[in-house]
């Protein structure tokens, strides 16, 4: 009956489209990591197929033991944990082999589609065998495997071939170019309502700021308070107010609305998946309540008038709809996460079944009043930042999304959180945080940014967390580097990763975060703020190198990377209209200097800017060129040269 977990297949073209290796009376098929997807998100299931090519034939008996193994961990809440193959069109398959490696287990293999599986237990039995199993009558493009419990499944053998005229090939998105915002809108920061709006706007143009739904609702039935909220800030943090004033001061916001309300789950944790206990947490339908809130704060903050009568609010609260004050509305906080159980992970499946309420009601199936799209059409929604850059996760949310929306990605920005540091999958963070050139965090993100173009071409990409400690006992600090701090190091990864990130497409970035949760504390990310704790709020280094950043490349766009024969130096070029700009800095973590680096420009003189504590603009002298060029020294603190005109 067919199947094995989330490797896949790609097959490869030859005669009709399809590589088929001959194994006796039974044609093979050349499984591939880009046929696999990881449902749960959990593992490495590419794992599955990546020895394709050395396994031998096991139809023929001739089948070789696998040297790497697909095993998601031993948490039992993981499981089931399922893997889908597609194989791209529908084929009858006549057998499947599974590589048992050692004991006895069962696993579940399925045929058919997301929400309509046909099921069959298989018990894997013997020692270091290749177990045949009867592929299932039916014809299937797709195939599952389901894990019950820990099993260790090395690889997978697949047999058969397509079935039937073959299926017209998808429409492929055609990515429409489509401008970044300006680099002061792309500069941002993770902040709190009683973070001082005076010092957020002159260091960033994007605000996203941690919302908690018990804020907003009240018992029982969870009706809304967003000015005053009353369950938070003593009945004295309004809403209206704080959006507007950073509005006012040219900062966009998007708040992110995480955790569960106990007014409308009573008894639920705040991590909790806002789903009624035995609900289906695959289904749009099972986040009602959750999608009317997002319905709720779309209407009041949104651009669009909605009537009076679809608002519910709190009996004190002053009935205001169309305000004009947010356009970004975010789902939840680290969906992913692992460390809060089955209760708090959503699966890919369940956060896309969320977003699809939380979005426009599941496409209007819901019926009025769910999702931001229904309140204002020109609202975007983002997904809950994920806790890594999880491409599996993302392919899972979108075979979710082909199946039940008709391909219709249910959000407008693709949101992921990333660290630089010398951590691992298992362990994040480890030791100390490096640099973003050490890191590859260009590269990493141009997996994400090359995911939407091919799958979501509409949406934004955001690194919503990124940052670094300066106490040297946190295992992410940004290290003292020669003559510069660690303050001066947090500072100077932090301008070099929003010049990474601005090259890879990235459409906005938030440092994590305005504040210290406490300065002189040595834990992970208690030291990470552009300034220090709340009620000291003294600003660091990175404070001004971000605000002299915003100032000076505010209205221009990153162009491109300028390519020279210095190895040892990066310059990347940044335009608009009348301007350029280009940034110089050394990759390095060392405390070098690069001597006499040549910049061609086309003006009579220049300006340099260097960053410097103290100043929101940086230090600016005047740079004048031989023979079409200026000629610097660059070390690994950034510096910003300038033409006009």
């Known amino acids: 009956m067919g199947i094995f977990p989330r490797i896949l297949t790609t097959l490869l073209v030859c ?29 490495d299931a590419s794992t599955l197929v990546d020895e394709q090519g050395t396994i031998g034939d096991p139809a023929a008996g001739t089948g070789q033991r696998p040297t790497h193994a697909f095993f998601p961990g031993w948490a039992t809440w993981q499981y089931p944990l399922h893997v889908v193959i597609d194989l791209g069109r529908n084929h009858k ?9 050692s004991g006895e287990s069962t696993v579940q293999i399925s045929s058919g589609k997301p929400g309509a599986w046909a099921n069959q237990d298989v018990k894997l039995t013997g020692y270091r065998n290749w177990q045949r199993i009867e592929a299932p009558a039916e014809v299937t493009r797709y195939i599952r495997i389901t894990l ?110 995480q955790g569960t309300s106990p007014a409308a789950f009573p008894g639920y944790k705040a991590d909790f998946k806002p789903v009624t206990k035995g609900e289906n947490t695959e289904l749009p339908a099972s986040y009602a309540v959750h999608a009317a809130h997002m319905y709720q704060y779309a209407a009041r903050y949104g651009a669009a008038k909605v009537p009076e009568s679809a608002v519910h609010l709190a009996p004190d609260q002053p009935v205001k709809t169309g305000l004009g004050l947010l356009h970004y509305f975010e789902n939840w906080n680290e969906p992913d996460k692992t460390w809060k159980g089955r209760e708090g992970r959503f699966s890919p499946f369940e956060l896309a079944a969320m977003c699809s309420a939380d979005y426009d009601g599941d496409q209007g199936r819901m019926g009025d009043g769910y999702g931001v799209k229904a309140a204002d059409k020109s609202a975007r929604l983002s997904i809950g930042g994920l806790a890594g850059i999880g491409i599996d996760y993302l392919d899972a949310m979108k075979l979710w999304a082909d199946t039940f929306r008709g391909g219709s990605f249910p959000a407008d920005v693709i949101n992921v959180h990333h660290y630089s540091s010398d951590g691992t999958a298992e362990q994040p963070f480890r030791n100390t945080g490096i640099s973003p050139e050490e890191d590859h965090l260009k590269e990493k993100m141009q997996t994400v940014t090359a995911w939407r173009n091919k799958n979501a071409p509409g949406a ?14 946190s295992p992410f600090h940004a290290p003292a580097i020669g003559h510069f701090t660690a303050e001066d190091t947090q ?29 002189g504390g040595g834990g992970v990310f208690e030291t990470c703020g552009l300034v220090t704790e709340k009620g000291q ?32 130096v990066l310059i990347y070029r940044f335009v608009a ?15 070098g200097t690069s001597k006499d680096v040549s910049l061609i420009v086309d003006k009579p003189t220049v300006k340099r800017i260097q960053f410097k504590a103290g100043s929101k603009t940086g230090v600016e002298d005047s740079l004048v060129p031989k023979s079409g060029a200026i000629h610097l020294d660059v070390t690994e603190q950034p510096v910003i040269v300038m033409q006009e005109g």
């Open 460 to 473: 934004e990409v955001w690194l919503s967390e990124l940052g670094y400690d300066v106490n040297p006992k």
């Open 148 to 257: 019950l419990k820990p099993t260790t499944l090395p690889e997978i053998a697949l047999y058969g071939a397509p079935f039937g005229p073959a299926e017209m090939k998808r429409t492929v998105m055609r990515v429409v170019p489509r401008p970044h915002p300006t680099f002061d809108q792309f500069i941002g920061v993770n902040a709190f309502i009683d973070d001082p709006i005076d010092l957020i706007t002159p260091t960033v143009g994007f605000v996203r700021e941690y919302h908690n739904w018990s804020w907003d609702t009240e018992g029982p039935g969870g009706l809304v308070r967003f000015n005053p909220s009353g369950a938070a800030g003593g009945n004295a943090w309004f809403f209206d107010n704080y959006y507007a004033k950073l509005l006012a001061g040219g900062v966009t916001v998007c708040p992110a609305l």
């Open 577 to 591: 209209e009348g301007k350029t700009a280009w940034v110089l800095w050394r990759p390095t973590a060392e405390d």
């Open 537 to 568: 709020w003294k600003p660091r280094a990175s404070y001004w190198y971000l605000a002299t950043l915003k100032s000076r490349l505010s209205g221009m766009r990153f162009a491109s990377e300028v390519q020279t024969e210095r190895k040892d």
């Open 491 to 519: 500072a100077n990864w932090l301008v070099r990763s929003c010049m990474a990130l601005a090259a890879a497409g990235v459409d906005r970035t938030a440092v994590f975060m305005f504040r210290d949760v406490k300065t």
């Open 15 to 43: 005669v009709g489209g399809f590589n088929m290796l001959k194994a006796g009376a039974e044609e093979r098929i050349r499984l591939t990591p880009s046929m696999v997807i990881n449902e749960s998100a959990l593992g």
């Open 93 to 101: 398959l006549t057998s499947v082999y599974l590589y048992n490696e």
